[in-house]
């Protein structure tokens, strides 16, 4: 059983950039994709970023530009480098694995999750 720790959460202000990690154990790393999501209070958890085992990227549109994901296989770790940040962005950031190994975004199933770290943007 897989287990995600995410890191590198805090407050920052608008404009500013923080980098969260998530650290992988107990299981297959570089084989899946791992995605980034989040939820901000009273919204839905929404898809910000996820990298493939090939490492093809996809990015919801308001990450596009902003947001790097990157993976460390050798570490077992995703990162995500936020820049700009914006007080929409605050958030409780998530990572997350895809259920099966191998396969090519974009992935809409993701069994493994950690369980978060908070993001707030000050105006």
């Known amino acids: 059983q897989v287990q995600l720790v995410e890191s590198g959460g805090g407050l920052v202000q608008a404009g500013g950039s923080l980098t969260l990690s998530c650290a992988a154990s107990g299981g297959t790393f570089s084989r899946y994709v791992m995605g980034w999501f989040r939820q901000a209070p009273g919204k839905e958890r929404e898809f910000v970023a996820a990298?493939?085992?090939?490492?093809?990227?996809s990015y919801t549109e308001s990450a596009k530009g902003r947001f790097t994901i990157s993976r460390d296989n050798a570490k077992n770790t995703v990162y995500l480098q936020m820049n700009s940040l914006k007080p929409e962005d605050t958030a409780v950031y998530y990572c997350?694995?895809?259920?099966?190994?191998?396969?090519?975004?974009?992935?809409?199933?993701?069994?493994?999750w950690g369980q978060g770290t908070q993001v707030i943007v000050s105006s």
């Open positions: 997350a694995r895809s259920i099966r190994p191998w396969e090519t975004l974009p992935v809409s199933d993701f069994g493994s």
């Open positions: 990298i493939s085992w090939s490492r093809g990227t």
